[in-house]
């Protein structure tokens, strides 16, 4: 599976979006200073010796006004949007890919070698995740940093192209919201915060779980059998990380920090 290119212009949850309607434009304070400009030149106007130059002078005005009336129009801020708040909708969001063939070549080469030498010694492999967009490693890190970590949700940084807003109006709401993101990302059993730089966004990671029953006769790269005979029998055995590392498949280096995690480098 192909990750779509994120699209160049600010994203928003696909759902039904609100436009301010052009009728709060007569209640905002620009309005109202329009008419006070409008109706101090039609009095003077009435006042006025010379009624055309003093028109001229209110067309003017009035024209300037309506510019700057049309510039304000389009810099308000945006129209309050509910799918733009934090919360679990953002999961279907920058989807990360489970495919090798996303990931960066030489690693995917690696990886693949790998996995064919566990495959045949009868364990099985689960790939759950490769090439993530940033887009979606910017919402995990800061979704488990507000839920995990107390984060204020005012303070984090925007992401170019992400339209999220974290803060709900209050501290709780906003942190439930984060951790709704974090039950649907499955971040709960992580110790420390999804990286925002990982080698996942530049296809140098994968999320692979393992498994197999009693003892595992498996080749390593440069051919030569090797007995597994130790327990877990899973990604978290450290005879199997040892295997992976001939491939150049480093699991991650505090394992249980993060169980499925393999890399270029362990990071
Ligand atoms: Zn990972």
Redesign the pocket.
């Known amino acids: 599976m192909k990750i779509p290119l994120p699209s160049p212009k600010t994203h928003r949850p696909k759902r039904g979006r609100k436009t301010r309607p052009d009728s709060d434009l007569l209640e905002s304070p620009a309005m109202t200073l329009h008419h006070q400009v409008g109706n101090r030149a039609i009095q003077q106007i009435h006042n006025s010796a010379n009624p055309p130059a003093v028109m001229q002078q209110a067309l003017t005005q009035g024209a300037l006004g309506a510019q700057t009336l049309m510039r304000q129009k389009t810099e308000e801020p945006k129209p309050e949007d509910p799918t733009t708040l934090s919360g679990a909708h953002w999961h279907d969001e920058f989807p990360t890919s489970t495919e090798l063939s996303d990931l960066d070549g030489t690693f995917a080469g690696r990886v693949q070698k790998f996995i064919a030498a566990l495959e045949k010694a009868g364990a099985t492999v689960e790939i759950t ?1 490769t090439k993530r967009p940033a887009e979606r490693a910017f919402l995990m890190h800061w979704a488990w940093m507000i839920a995990k970590k107390g984060f204020d949700p005012k303070s984090v940084p925007a992401m170019k192209g992400v339209d999220i807003h974290w803060w709900h109006g209050d501290q709780a709401k906003s942190k439930d919201a984060a951790q709704a993101m974090c039950d649907k990302y499955q971040l709960n059993k992580l110790k420390v915060p999804p990286a925002l730089n ?1 080698h ?1 966004i530049t296809g140098k ?1 994968v ?1 692979m779980k393992i498994k197999w029953e009693g003892d595992l006769l498996i080749k390593n790269a440069k051919g030569i059998e090797v007995l597994i005979k130790s327990s877990p029998r899973d990604h978290t055995n450290a005879a199997i990380i040892r295997m992976a590392q001939t491939y150049q498949v480093i699991h991650f280096k505090d394992v249980q920090k ?1 169980k499925v ?1 393999w890399s270029v480098d362990g990071s």
Do not use: E, K, V
């Open positions: 995740a990982s996942h990671a999320d993060d995690h």
